[in-house]
């Protein structure tokens, strides 16, 4: 049986390698998530999580002060799907810019950390839920031979709480 505790390390262990999410703001009705790369100022694994984007960037936009972000990731072998709520505000904090500037985010601003379209958005990740996806030739083969697909399944999802 596979604990809530170890889905969500599971998790942060597959976002830390993959650092792809889906962010967007919750409830709104034309907005739209984008892909965005995650960024760590810390180990911990509860967050926050970070991300430079440009304040021209519709999400940027249509961010009011602090909002309910939410994002969803898929790791790259599909084997772990989730979605996270939490809050999401426009943050340029200069010692955190600093500390998460690299290479591949100075490639997107010509003006470099003092960029006039920098924008650091911190995401503050409150709950999620996470499924581990167990579709596999060993599912197939245990679902051919009797077992009930829903009573494995049972214990590969898990509503955590993160904040």
């Known amino acids: 049986m596979t ?15 993959d650092m792809t999410l889906m962010l967007g703001l ?3 009705a034309d907005g739209h998530a984008q892909p965005m790369t995650a960024q760590f100022a810390s180990d911990d694994d509860r967050g926050p999580i970070w991300f430079f984007t440009s304040k021209e960037a519709d999400l940027v936009q249509q961010l009011r002060g602090s909002s309910n ?8 072998g599909h084997d772990l799907f989730a979605t996270l709520h939490g809050n999401l505000v426009a943050d340029n ?3 955190t810019i600093d500390r998460l500037w ?5 490639a997107w601003f010509e003006g470099g950390k003092d960029d006039p379209k920098l ?4 995401f503050d990740p409150e709950r999620a839920q996470i ?3 167990d579709s596999s030739l060993l599912a197939g083969v245990k679902m051919m031979l009797g077992s009930d697909p829903k009573e494995d ?3 590969k999802v898990a509503e955590v709480s993160l904040g």
Do not use: T
């Open 153 to 155: 399944y049972k214990d």
């Open 3 to 17: 604990e809530p505790q170890e889905i969500e390390a599971k998790f942060w262990k597959a976002l830390r390698s």
């Open 69 to 76: 972000g939410v994002a969803h990731f898929v790791s790259k």
């Open 93 to 95: 904090d200069r010692s």
């Open 131 to 133: 499924w581990l996806n």
């Open 26 to 28: 919750d409830g709104i």
């Open 119 to 122: 924008q650091l958005l911190r």
């Open 102 to 106: 690299n290479r591949f985010v100075a």
